[in-house]
């Protein structure tokens, strides 16, 4: 294989490393005001409603939230630009 070959592989490769790395991360405290199988509604505290998905890696702190639940949710953007949930913490009942 030629170093040109070699190259020309080699940075859409590094360009897909560092677009993965490069994750958005954030997060958001509100109510839960709605659930579906592993889908979770919560309302902000400035009225906007954010949807998030619950899968595998999810640490649950204590139990899964129920409605009416304040919540700490730490999420990260997922390969499908989901907000995708990776730690979730109750911060009590309304």
Excluded at 66 to 87: C, P
Aim: net charge positive; hydrophobic share 45%; charged share 25%.
């Amino acid at each position: 294989m030629r170093k040109e070959d070699i190259f020309t592989l080699l940075i859409p490769w590094m360009m897909f490393l560092t677009t993965s790395a490069l994750t958005e991360h954030g997060v958001f405290h509100g109510e839960v005001v709605g659930t579906e199988f592993s889908v979770i509604q919560v309302k902000g505290d400035n009225g906007r409603v954010l949807v998030f998905w619950m899968g595998c890696t999810t640490h649950l702190d204590s139990r899964v939230p129920f409605f009416g639940d304040r919540v700490r949710i730490e999420y990260v953007k997922d390969d499908l630009r989901r907000n995708a949930v990776t730690k979730i913490t109750i911060l009590g009942r309304k």
